[in-house]
């Protein structure tokens, strides 16, 4: 049997070993999502991040987008992954593309994240939530997002019921919990958690995805092409393991779409009006005045009456 342990410093564990994340992060995949880095400039078109804006990309894999936002906008970028590697690959590709001013990365998970209340102006992600509890990042997303700040979340969603053995084999190759839903149920969850404006852009089939396209824009990143070729000769299991997951969506991609879930966190309602200072010292004493007969309304109106 093939010895599919590397024994490398840089990767320490087996093929077999490897969840999706780190596998991805071990390649050095720079746009693990669908539709890949044409999907993500099309969903930047149609979404509105201007320089002075402050963006939070959750999951943010090795920087790509981040990079990319930081590079074309200007403005603060910062990425969260809960993968080490994924964010040292992130800072060094920040580092190359001379945009480590405004592309920031650091170690995080999504579901807890590491910054105050009503933070952020926007939030991108790129297939992230697929993967996780959507109810409890979503209220997470919220929590950190200004009032009227947006996310928009390009995820992987169903189109028609999947069949049992094809969910089974999802997992097998993208791990536990993978769970894409139709665009609708998606929009719901959105609103659950307080959300507005919720709506899907750019839906897609993923039987439309041009992959020589996709292909083409990744031969571009660096990060990616630097050594692949070479993981792939030397790495034994590897090659077996990307096949699987290959071959699982070459089956059963007639079942998949992908879309932009955009919304907006609205403007809290006013809080109840505190009685003033002036109110509060006052208020007893009209009280007090309401009860002399001189000031009763019965007085005034008998007054009133008697004239
Ligand atoms: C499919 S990759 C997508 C990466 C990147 N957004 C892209 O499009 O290339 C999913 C990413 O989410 C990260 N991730 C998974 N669970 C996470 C969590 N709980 N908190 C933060 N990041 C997480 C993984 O490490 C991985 O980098």
């Known amino acids: 049997m093939a010895n599919t342990h590397v024994e490398t410093q840089e990767n320490p564990k087996s093929i077999q070993d490897m969840n999706y994340f780190e596998l991805l992060a071990w390649l050095g995949i720079g746009s693990s999502h669908p539709g890949g880095f044409p999907a993500t400039l099309k969903n930047l078109e149609s979404i509105s991040i201007s320089k002075d804006d402050l963006v939070l990309d959750a999951g943010c894999g090795s920087g790509l987008t981040a990079c990319h936002l930081a590079k074309t906008l200007g403005c603060q970028v910062i990425g969260i992954d809960i993968n080490e590697e994924m964010i040292e690959k992130a800072r060094q590709r920040a580092e190359h593309e001379g945009v480590a001013q405004l592309a920031q990365f650091q170690v995080a998970d999504v579901n807890t994240l590491p910054f105050p209340d009503n933070h952020f102006d926007w939030i991108i992600g790129e297939s992230i939530t697929v993967f996780l509890d959507k109810e409890k990042v979503y209220k997470e997303f919220y929590r950190v997002l200004k009032p009227q700040g947006s996310l928009a979340d390009l995820e992987m969603a169903i189109l028609h019921e999947l069949p049992p053995q094809a969910r089974t084999l999802m997992?097998?190759?993208?791990?536990?919990?993978?769970?894409?839903?139709?665009?609708?149920?998606?929009?719901?969850?959105?609103?659950?958690?307080?959300?507005?404006?919720?709506?899907?852009?750019?839906?897609?089939?993923?039987?439309?995805?041009?992959?020589?396209?996709?292909?083409?824009?990744?031969?571009?990143?660096?990060?990616?092409?630097?050594?692949?070729?070479?993981?792939?000769?030397?790495?034994?299991?590897?090659?077996?393991?990307?096949?699987?997951?290959?071959?699982?969506?070459?089956?059963?991609?007639?079942?998949?779409?992908?879309?932009?879930?955009?919304?907006?966190?609205?403007?809290?309602p006013e809080p109840p009006k505190k009685p003033s200072i002036f109110n509060y010292l006052l208020n007893p004493i009209r009280e007090q005045l309401g009860k002399l007969p001189l000031f009763s309304a019965e007085l005034f109106s008998y007054n009133k009456q008697s004239q």
């Open 171 to 268: 997992e097998a190759c993208y791990g536990q919990g993978t769970n894409p839903l139709p665009l609708e149920e998606w929009e719901d969850i959105l609103k659950k958690a307080g959300f507005v404006d919720v709506e899907v852009r750019n839906p897609q089939a993923l039987i439309n995805t041009n992959s020589n396209l996709i292909f083409n824009e990744l031969k571009k990143d660096w990060v990616l092409v630097k050594d692949l070729i070479q993981k792939v000769t030397n790495t034994p299991g590897l090659y077996r393991r990307l096949q699987q997951n290959a071959n699982f969506m070459k089956r059963y991609k007639g079942y998949f779409g992908y879309g932009l879930i955009c919304g907006r966190k609205p403007i809290p």
